[in-house]
């Protein structure tokens, strides 16, 4: 296996409305769907779309929603023997409210995520040794992230953490332990204390996870494009203007092919423009896994740009 991703696995549910609602404010939707999701299993589907050869550790639900997520990694050529099906609790699920301009809010109940620890730890352990590249996020416990950190490591896999859901309290060991954090302008605020808006407060943020332990730091900054800083060297990726139509994904499909290009040997520089396009494709259609872009549009858009001074 080239790469390996443990996290979570949830089913969308997924409300268009004109805007988002404020504190107490009832907004009528225009339209209602249903899609899979989850931060791993959205990465894994991307990968697998693009071409690389993924495995997807985590836990669902023993009940109809689990079946159908299954179904559709496996569909999508995700090899999903590491996913524990558990019969004592339900498959995650994620509420997510979209408006016109792309913009969402997303709550979660986590379900079997929540739940994901030693047999999954053990699942990830055997995919290991095949595994070029482990990729962690946060939908389950920290303590989990932890124990799979500490795996890849001995495993001498490159560890990539995307911060989301972010936590604030991340244990001091796992940040020592990440080769690349991906977090975008909100998470890595709450992990650095200050607000991140824009290049320069990004760039003063990745030294702050420098001096936490973290060898290499891409924050993705929306229409703002990306940075990238190591203890070496700093650059900024220029964003790619596309129709915004859903913002859902959008980091997971960054993350899935920075994963594919370092897979197959590419620089740090190119890995982020690659994520970049990625990202680009994923907000121009709706939903999570089913927004992810394929390798023949996905090459087509890379062969178009441009983004490095």
């Known amino acids: 296996m080239t790469v390996v991703v443990l996290g979570s696995i949830n089913l969308d549910l997924v409300i268009e409305v004109p805007h988002l609602p404020a504190k107490g404010e009832t907004v009528i939707g225009d339209r209602f769907f249903s899609a899979a ?3 791993a299993a ?4 991307a990968i697998a779309k693009l071409g690389t050869t993924v495995s997807l550790v985590g836990q669902v639900g023993d009940d109809s929603f689990g079946k159908t997520l299954v179904e559709g990694l496996q569909t999508a050529g995700v090899n999903t023997n590491g996913i524990i099906v558990n019969p004592h609790t339900y498959s995650g ?3 997510i409210v979209v408006d016109r301009q792309g913009a969402n809010t997303i709550s979660c109940a986590g379900g079997a995520n929540n739940l994901v620890r030693e047999p999954e730890i053990e699942q990830f352990k055997i995919l290991l040794p095949k595994a070029k590249i482990a990729m962690l996020e946060l939908g389950i ?11 890849a490591k001995a495993h001498d896999c490159l560890l990539i953490l995307d911060p989301a859901p972010v936590n604030s309290n991340l244990p001091e060991e796992l940040y020592s332990l990440i080769d690349i954090i ?3 302008e909100i998470e890595a605020s ?9 290049v320069t407060t990004a760039r ?3 030294s702050v996870l420098h001096q936490m332990g ?11 494009g990306s940075i990238y800083s190591n203890e070496a060297e700093n650059f900024w990726i220029k964003p790619i203007a596309v129709p915004v139509v859903d913002t859902v994904a959008a980091g997971d499909a960054f993350n899935g092919a920075l994963a594919v290009a370092l897979a197959s040997g590419k620089s740090i520089k190119e890995a982020v423009q690659w994520a970049t396009v990625g990202g680009a494709l994923a907000v121009t259609k709706n939903g999570a896994q089913s927004s992810l872009p394929n390798r023949d549009s996905f090459q087509q858009l890379l062969k178009r740009q441009v983004l490095l001074d």
């Open 141 to 151: 416990p920290i303590a989990t992230v932890l124990n799979a950190a500490r795996e």
């Open 37 to 39: 999701g989850g931060k």
């Open 190 to 198: 709450q992990l650095v204390g200050f607000t991140v808006d824009g």
């Open 182 to 184: 991906t977090p975008n």
């Open 42 to 45: 959205n990465q894994a589907v």
């Open 204 to 206: 003063q943020a990745a």
């Open 214 to 224: 973290v060898k290499n730091v891409i924050i993705t900054l929306g229409s703002q």
């Open 93 to 95: 699920i994620a509420s």
